[in-house]
């Protein structure tokens, strides 16, 4: 075994991997009137199999954090199982006060 490798991170799993694994990662882009401005990533009612993996804010990725406020134009990446997909579409229904 080479010693650098592994010291080196491995590389992260592409979109179709995960899918293989059977989860997806769906974006929601915050719009300004949406009801979750404002809110923390820990506010957002996320279902037990779903987390926000990143946030793309102003051309710059943000890790998130449970701290994390939601401002408009956040485009939030979201990696859920695909069993809970229903529950992500209605979640982001909620998050754009469609319910």
Known sequence: MDPQSSTQPSATAE???????GADVVEFTVAETDPIVGRRIRELELP???LVSLV???????????????????HLHVVVRRESA??????FERWRGDS
Do not use: N
């Not at 804010?57 to 134009?73: F, K, L, N």
């Open 56 to 74: 793309i804010r102003e051309r710059e990725a943000v890790p998130p954090r449970g701290s994390t406020p939601i401002q408009p134009h956040d």
């Open 48 to 50: 037990r199999d779903a």
């Open 86 to 91: 229903a529950d992500i579409d209605r979640l």
């Open 15 to 21: 979109a179709g991997a995960i899918r293989e694994l």
